[in-house]
């Protein structure tokens, strides 16, 4: 089974900075779409920002223009820069790998999708 471990959270003041990484059991190019998500206390989990195997990118409107994703393929791991924090990016970090469909007999099937632990960033004054 696929397991990602996620790290790099911690408690900052607004204005700083922190990365997260997320180290995956195999190559992260065996995933169709790796991603950071977060969930606040009663809030749902929602999307920040999301990489492909073929390495687009996409980011949250909260995200845009202060975190950025990226990887490292012989580490097996993803990263989450994120800049510039206010208070209401707290939150859990969780990774996220999307296997993407596999095909069999003309037929997709979606594969679930592998999340980690979590990662918690506190961000107050």
């Known amino acids: 089974q696929v397991q990602l471990v996620e790290s790099g959270g911690g408690s900052v003041q607004p204005g700083e900075s922190l990365r997260l990484s997320c180290v995956a059991s195999?190559?992260?190019?065996?995933?169709?779409?790796m991603g950071w998500y977060r969930q606040a206390p009663g809030k749902e989990r929602e999307l920040v920002a999301t990489i492909t195997r073929g390495g687009y990118t996409n980011y949250a409107d909260s995200a845009k223009d202060r975190f950025t994703i990226s990887r490292d393929n012989a580490k097996n791991t993803i990263y989450l820069q994120m800049n510039n924090l206010r208070p209401e990016d707290t939150a859990v970090y969780y990774c996220n790998a999307d296997p993407g469909p596999v095909y069999y007999r003309g037929t997709a099937t979606k594969k679930p999708d592998t999340w980690g632990q979590g990662t918690q960033v506190t961000v107050s004054s």
């Open positions: 195999e190559s992260v190019l065996n995933f169709y779409i």
